[in-house]
């Protein structure tokens, strides 16, 4: 392999510059108008309450890309790993979107007596059981937890993204040192805060069933989405030109173990959740299994289990798969995809237990938040650097090779 240098990297375009601004202004336009379409489309529809739902699985959709991206970049400083610095700036740039993602649940907050029967029990056939969660399911509770969570997010995010752009300009090999110190800590506040946004945002949708390993569920799923959407980002910016020389077909190979990696892991803890309920046969469990086995949701389950699991599981099996760029990409959008049917599968059942609801709020809500998403991306990457230059394992991953 022909050895680079950071400086031969350096030469190459690294900002997205003025594409930058306009993929912004584009984005935040279409999303701005797709969202306005979705309110209204909703209005006519004189069904509020499946806005209310669409909106959120889409909104749990992009912010588990997020929080991927997050968990990635604390990874790789906690472990000190070398091979992913040319690739580890985008996942930054990913998990600084997470203030936007904070402005983005208002909408949710604002519908909760809409999303969340706990917020009126009293009438709930079961507002027995619902009575001994009333410590925990409140609503100032509740608002207090989300803004937690959001807290934190964007504190870790920032702090890690920051200190990276900072060495950037001075190249102090402290910084990534202070990283990897501030990653121990970091891990542990993630874990605990997706844990239990997952609980608040999904779970409670249905307030008397419960799973505790849910949160390692959504974020099995976070990662399967964000490796998925690291992996086309590369190669699209490559593409354009950019980071031609800095991400090579070795990166995109550990990429590729990755997604094959979590995509086995959300298949072990799907059917670790299932296994266990299935064989307690508790009625508060077994019943938010059962509207998914259900009409025409069981095939929306069985997609699941073939689509996220089985075919990819066997597709991403090969190293020459993970090694060619277009077969690779074709299972990495097959995953986004997959993913976005296992958010929608976890919460749209309980607004329409009998039938599949897939029209006009539902992909408006997806364009909206989506073409919001991309807008925040494009505004970072276009004042940073897409590649940590001056990060010390910078060389170690330029010139990494797989066994």
């Known amino acids: 392999m022909t050895r680079l240098e950071p400086s031969q990297v350096a030469d190459e375009p690294l900002l997205l510059g003025e594409l930058g601004i306009v993929i912004c202004r584009t984005s935040a336009l279409i999303g701005g108008v797709a969202l306005a379409v979705s309110v209204v489309a909703g209005l006519i529809l004189h069904d ?8 959120l699985v889409n909104y ?21 790993a070398g091979w992913s610095v040319a690739v580890r700036r985008l996942a930054e740039i990913l998990a600084a979107n997470l203030p936007l993602m904070a402005v983005l649940v208002l909408p949710v907050l604002f519908g909760t007596s809409v999303l969340y029967d706990w917020t009126h029990a009293s009438g709930s056939a079961h507002a027995e059981l619902l009575e001994a969660k009333r410590p925990y399911l409140n609503l100032p509770f509740f608002l207090v937890r ?13 702090v890690l993204f920051r200190g990276s752009v900072e060495q950037d300009a001075t190249g102090e090999v ?9 990653s121990g800590l970091a891990v542990v506040l993630f874990a605990l805060t ?11 949708l249905t307030p008397e069933w419960f799973s505790t390993i849910f949160g390692v ?23 354009r030109g950019l980071l031609g020389r800095a991400i090579t077909i070795e990166h995109y190979h550990d990429l590729g173990k990755l997604l094959f990696g979590f995509v086995f892991f959300w298949g072990y803890i799907a059917f670790s959740q299932y296994l266990l309920i299935w064989y307690a046969n508790i009625p508060e469990e077994t019943g938010w299994y059962l509207v998914r086995q259900s009409g025409a949701w069981v095939w929306v389950s069985l997609l699941l289990l073939f689509g996220h699991f089985v075919l990819p599981f066997l597709g991403l099996l090969s190293r020459r798969v993970k090694r060619r760029r277009p077969t690779l990409a074709f299972w990495a959008a097959w995953a986004l995809v997959m993913h976005w049917i296992d958010v929608y599968w976890l919460i749209m059942p309980t607004h329409s237990p009998e039938r599949l609801s897939l029209g006009l709020p539902e992909i408006g809500c997806f364009v909206g938040i989506g073409g919001l998403f991309v807008a925040g991306f494009a505004r970072m990457a276009g004042r940073s650097a897409l590649i940590p230059v001056k990060d010390p394992r910078l060389i170690e991953s330029l010139e990494f090779e797989n066994a």
């Open 48 to 55: 509020v309450d499946r806005l209310c739902y669409a909106y």
């Open 60 to 80: 749990c959709y992009f912010l588990s890309l997020s929080l991927g991206a997050l968990f990635f970049v604390i990874l790789q400083h906690l472990v000190r």
């Open 146 to 158: 989300i803004a937690a969570y959001f807290a934190i997010w964007t504190w870790l995010a920032r």
């Open 174 to 182: 402290d910084i990534t040192l202070r990283l990897a110190r501030f």
């Open 194 to 204: 997706i844990t239990f946004a997952a609980f608040d945002l999904i779970m409670s």
């Open 217 to 239: 569920y959504y974020f099995a799923g976070s990662m399967v989405g964000f490796v998925a959407v690291l992996t086309l980002l590369a190669m699209l910016l490559q593409a």
